[in-house]
């Protein structure tokens, strides 16, 4: 007889805690499979939050917002040269970076900004060097450098703790791979 009977002790017999134990490994299994199909890579992610980027256009809302910003008078903030130098292991070239960056902030806002940068330079510096490093040749070569500037500005108003930057602006931009 197959039958699982239970042994002298009173438990289970060995056959049913190996059918219990294929069972639930069989189930955590097919959940790390379920895991592996479904969420998806930090890869996969960052490249459609930038494909999202790229497709968005300017909607209603957002053509208001802009007319609304230039009715403030706004001054041109500068944040110093930058001068970049990152090797790409991958590709096996170097890339340099070089520009001035200017942040558009308003005339009512300057004095406090100028006090917050003033206090988080490294940070904020730091910011962008990592920021560019860690960018894709394609954006570096994009000619609005369009998510550069987005992510430098949601990075600096992260770091001064209020939106006070409305806008980046990349000046004497040069970009060269070795």
Excluded at 36 to 46: A, C, G, H, K, T
Excluded at 56 to 69: I, N, S, Y
Aim: aromatic share 6%; hydrophobic share 40%; proline share 4%.
């Amino acid at each position: 007889m197959a039958e699982s009977t239970p042994n002298s002790s009173g438990g289970p017999s060995l056959m049913t805690k190996l059918k219990i134990l294929g069972a639930v490994l069989a189930l955590v299994g097919l959940e790390c499979m379920l895991a592996y199909f479904v969420i998806p890579s930090p890869e996969d992610v960052i490249e459609a939050a930038e494909m999202r980027a790229r497709q968005h256009t300017a909607t209603e809302p957002d053509v208001e917002d802009l007319t609304a910003v230039s009715d403030k008078a706004t001054v041109e903030v500068d944040l110093k040269n930058f001068g970049i130098t990152a090797y790409q292991p991958l590709a096996n070239t170097t890339l340099r970076i070089d520009f001035h960056l200017y942040a558009m902030v308003n005339a009512e806002n300057q004095g406090e900004f100028e006090t917050l940068i003033a206090q988080n330079e490294h940070r904020f510096r730091e910011q962008v060097l990592v920021t560019l490093r860690s960018s894709e040749v394609s954006d570096l070569t994009d000619p609005g450098l369009g998510l550069l500037k987005r992510k430098i500005l949601e990075k600096t108003n992260r770091i001064l703790g209020k939106p006070l930057v409305k806008s980046v602006i990349f000046s004497d931009y040069s970009f060269i791979e070795q």
